[in-house]
């Protein structure tokens, strides 16, 4: 089991910045691919990063390339979320995931989850 917790949701303005953190615990971090998700009201739940065991490999969705930027600490077994330039769309509940492979994009792949963090963006 992995346990995950996200941090550092709120209100920010369109423009301004936010970076989320996501806290794991139980078995050994560094062997997952973590990633980001996020799902606004009565929308599906959308892919927004994904990064490799060793930080080597990343991807984003595209709404979100060349604004936000996934990284990860495995000493602290935290993923963060780096959010840059932020947009009213961004609006939603953003949740981090594990998985055992990299690459990986569709939710229902993924074999952990945090609670979700929210974050609203005002225009």
């Known amino acids: 089991q992995v346990q995950l917790v996200e941090s550092g949701g709120g209100l920010v303005q369109a423009g301004g910045s936010l970076r989320l953190s996501c806290a794991a615990s139980?078995?050994?971090?560094?062997?997952?691919?973590m990633g980001w998700f996020r799902q606004a009201p009565g929308k599906e739940r959308e892919f927004v990063a994904t990064?490799?065991?060793?930080?080597?490999?990343?991807d984003y969705g595209d709404s979100v390339k060349g604004r936000f930027t996934i990284s990860r600490d495995n000493a602290k077994n935290t993923v963060y979320l780096q959010m840059n330039s932020l947009r009213p769309e961004d609006t939603a509940v953003y949740y981090c995931?594990?998985?055992?492979?990299?690459?990986?994009?569709?939710?229902?792949?993924?074999?952990?989850w945090g609670q979700g963090t929210l974050v609203t963006v005002s225009s």
């Open positions: 139980g078995r050994t971090f560094s062997r997952y691919a």
């Open positions: 995931a594990a998985v055992a492979h990299y690459g990986v994009t569709t939710p229902a792949s993924y074999d952990y």
């Open positions: 990064i490799s065991w060793t930080s080597a490999g990343t």
